[in-house]
């Protein structure tokens, strides 16, 4: 079975310091990985994805996250934290069933940004 | 790109009635639609898979009969909360797959009293 799990529930950064928010996979095979974005009363926004292409993936807004096989892990990176940046962010795998492909979520991480 | 619009936003409903909740793909065509579920500060869950034509999948929990999903054609998808209750009060959220990826729509938070 494939599945994701975020590490950490909050991270609490300030502003212009790295975030880095972790996220750990198990797949049989080589899975998609998604980071999608969820700010407050608002619908997803896919930051990036991995579809076994380059391991190291760039996003919009600054977000990059890196592919490590041998770690099961597609930790999602920036390098200056903006206050725009609070958000809930999800680490998502693509899970094929026998109906369709569903993107199956993890159970978020909460990012904090302080000035 | 792709887009799927979702209706209504927001629904309030008083406990024993029903509520129905639309995805429409824009500009294209869905022929597998996903329904998730968000509870407040939680993970978005897979409810069930549908697709055009046939019967949707539900996962494992999930009440086929008080969540009736329609698929009857390649634009439109629906998502029918039947004899609500307070605990159905959630975050309903749509998806598709289209040729670049997954789209999603805007949700809907449904309350019901």
């Known amino acids: 079975a494939q599945s994701v799990t975020q590490l950490d529930s909050h991270v609490s950064v300030s502003e212009g310091t790295p975030v880095l928010l972790r996220c750990n996979y198990s797949?049989?095979?080589?899975?998609?990985l998604f980071w999608y974005v969820q700010h407050p009363n608002k619908g997803l926004q896919l930051l990036l994805k991995y579809t076994s292409a380059a391991t190291l993936v760039k996003g919009i807004n600054g977000f990059e996250a890196e592919f490590k096989k041998s770690e099961t892990s597609f930790h999602l990176t920036k390098p200056s934290a903006h206050m725009s940046d609070a958000a809930e962010y999800f680490c998502?795998?693509?899970?094929?069933?026998?109906?369709?492909?569903?993107?199956?979520f993890g159970k978020g991480t909460t990012l904090s940004v302080s000035s | 790109g792709a887009v799927v619009s979702q209706h209504p936003s927001r629904v309030i409903c008083k406990s024993g009635t029903s509520v129905k909740i639309e995805c429409r793909s824009l500009d294209f065509q869905a022929t597998t639609m996903f329904w998730y579920r968000q509870f407040p500060k939680q993970s978005l869950m897979l409810m069930a898979t549908s697709n055009e034509g046939s019967k949707a999948t539900y996962e494992q929990g999930v009440e086929k009969d008080k969540f009736l999903i329609n698929h009857a054609s390649l634009t439109l998808s629906t998502l029918t909360v039947t004899s609500a209750h307070p605990e159905d009060s959630s975050f309903y959220i749509c998806?598709?797959?289209?040729?670049?990826?997954?789209?999603f729509g805007s949700g809907t938070r449904l309350t019901v009293v």
């Open positions: 998502v795998v693509s899970l094929p069933n026998q109906a369709g492909t569903a993107l199956i």
């Open positions: 797949s049989s095979y080589s899975p998609s």
């Open positions: 998806s598709a797959r289209a040729d670049y990826g997954y789209t």
